[in-house]
């Protein structure tokens, strides 16, 4: 597990390294990832978003899911998607849901959607989001 980290890690490299998402990368990332990566692609096309409270400067992340859902996500740490607490949490097939993955190619690619919120709409915001642990 750790060691396709790593892997994961140097890739995020190159992918900062080039701006974009080159075949040879793509076809890296298939080997890593042979059941998300299909998926993982579908989310980067939809969306990832920072969102920015001010005046605190909090900043939290969200990618929009298949069924146009938003699953909060803490980058490398957490999601609130069904796979990641079946796939991740209980039975440990995996480090990374489509989502985690998604949102680090994103900010490898520096590409994502940035919304400015007050901090004073923090608990309503985060109420939109079905958080399952
Ligand atoms: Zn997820």
Redesign the pocket.
Known sequence: MFMRKNVFNSLLKKIEEKSELTEDIIEELKELFPDKIEKTLEILKKGIIQYTFSPSGRKIWA?V?SKNDL?L?YPYTY??????YKSVVINRKSIL????IAHLISSSLNSFEEVSLKDEDFSKFLKQFKIKI
């Open positions: 990618v899911g699953h996500i999601c609130s998607c069904l796979d990641f849901c489509k989502h985690l």
